[in-house]
């Protein structure tokens, strides 16, 4: 079981796109060797600037409820696991709904796959991969207490997403929390998405 007084943050303001999280990722005893995490380039055409996506572990998994074999669990510790083999059946509802864009059916196990916050380590006190490798700690996993001290960013666990309010074990670490992070798509679309 994962310790409620562990948190994940991710600060997406200090990676620097050295793509060392998905490679430790890949290592994790549970993966298989693939990567449950991404790295995602915010404006390929004007910046450098990458952030890392990892599964925020819903409190209310939108993937789950969509689910129609009942093959995504979250845990009693807030973890949500990825779907369970004998189960899923690869119908890309989860891929489609996670507003964060984190499962991946995984072709040829015909399974999703997606970060579980290294649940083998985690779950027995050790850190997951991604954060022990991370150069430029964009990625934490450190007591709550810890973080008050190492940063000046606030954590965010409450975003919006369209109609959507979520709320997240993981964290953004952005300036002010009492700033809701608006994340509607349509936004982005030129004319508002028309």
Do not use: W
Request: a negative charge; glycine letters at 8%; one cysteine or more.
């Amino acid at each position: 079981m994962v310790g409620a007084e562990f948190g994940f943050y991710i600060d997406p303001q200090r990676c620097i796109g050295c793509r060392a999280c998905v490679a430790s990722c890949g290592e994790c005893g549970t993966h298989r060797g693939r990567p449950m995490i991404h790295l995602d380039e915010m404006d390929r055409f004007a910046s450098t600037q990458t952030g890392p996506t990892v599964c925020m572990h819903c409190e209310d998994p939108i993937c789950a409820q969509v689910c129609p074999a009942d093959a995504i669990k979250r845990s009693e510790d807030g973890v949500v696991h990825a779907a369970q083999k004998p189960r899923c059946i690869a119908c890309s509802n989860c891929e489609l709904s996670c507003p964060f864009g984190v499962p991946i059916i995984f072709r040829g196990l015909e399974q999703m796959l997606k970060c579980d916050l290294c649940y083998d380590r985690t779950s027995v006190g050790h850190r997951p991969m991604c954060a022990t490798v991370c150069p430029s700690q964009a990625l934490l996993f450190v007591r709550h207490e810890e973080l008050a001290g190492m940063r000046g960013n606030r954590p965010l666990r409450e975003f919006e997403i369209g109609a959507l309010r979520i709320t997240t074990r993981n964290a953004v670490m952005v300036p002010d929390p009492e700033i809701p992070l608006n994340l509607d798509a349509s936004l982005l679309c030129p004319e508002g998405g028309r």
